[in-house]
T-cell receptor, first 115, second 113 residues
Framework: AQSVTQPDIHITVSEGASLELRCNYSYGATPYLFWYVQSPGQGLQLLLKYFSGDTLVQGIKGFEAEFKRSQSSFNLRKPSVHWSDAAEYFC?????????????FGRGTQLTVWP | DAGVTQSPTHLIKTRGQQVTLRCSPK?????VSWYQQALGQGPQFIFQ???????QRGNFPDRFSGHQFPNYSSELNVNALLLGDSALYLC????????????FGQGTRLTVV
């Protein structure tokens, strides 16, 4: 069965510190991989995506993620966190195919940033 | 370029009532998916529409139904509302084909009392 695990429900970091949010997935084959961010009461904004090729992908707002097939992981990183990064972050996977179908989401990681 | 728009933004309904939520996809997109996000949880897939047909469905009862119109906009209908249907309902649009991504609307917050 397909599933996405975000082991950290809540992470707190100081502004300027580095950040890594973990994501592990269980899927029959290498899926499409995504990270989304959600501010309170808002929808989801796509940070970055992995389809194929270079396993280190760059996204918006200075975020990057690395796909590690051997570990079934797609961890999100940022070298220096800004207070405006405080939000909830979701990892999602989708099946490779002729079109993008359903996405499976993790339960999210809430990020708090101390000034 | 307008992104994905959903209406209404908030809604309060009574148990047993019916509700209709609306979604206009991002310009150029032809596929619409609906998700339910309960408080403190990740979004759960309800169903996906393409070419006015339901193409995929998640593990939701038949009380949840939908429709896609020729202009690609979509509706989500929920009948016989339960308290547990209270959630943020998200619409996502995408363009059919490989290597595409889903863009999400701001959601409709449904409260069932």
């Amino acid at each position: 069965a397909q599933s996405v695990t975000q082991p950290d429900i809540h992470i707190t970091v100081s502004e300027g510190a580095s950040l890594e949010l973990r994501c592990n997935y269980s899927y029959g084959a290498t899926p499409y991989l995504f990270w989304y961010v959600q501010s309170p009461g808002q929808g989801l904004q796509l940070l970055l995506k992995y389809f194929s090729g270079d396993t280190l992908v760059q996204g918006i707002k200075g975020f990057e993620a690395e796909f590690k097939r051997s570990q079934s992981s797609f961890n999100l990183r940022k070298p220096s966190v800004h207070w405006s990064d405080a939000a909830e972050y979701f990892c999602a996977v989708g099946a490779r195919g002729s079109t993008l179908g359903r996405l499976y989401f993790g339960r999210g990681t809430q990020l708090t940033v101390w000034p | 370029d307008a992104g994905v728009t959903q209406s209404p933004t908030h809604l309060i309904k009574t148990r047993g009532q019916q509700v209709t939520l609306r979604c206009s996809p991002k310009s150029g997109h032809d596929t619409v998916s609906w998700y339910q996000q309960a408080l403190g949880q990740g979004p759960q897939f309800i169903f996906q529409y393409y070419e006015e047909e339901e193409r995929q469905r998640g593990n939701f009862p038949d009380r949840f139904s939908g429709h896609q119109f020729p202009n690609y906009s979509s509706e989500l209908n929920v009948n016989a509302l339960l308290l547990g249907d209270s959630a943020l309902y998200l619409c996502a649009s995408s363009l059919a084909g490989p290597n595409t991504e889903a863009f999400f609307g701001q959601g409709t917050r449904l409260t069932v009392v």
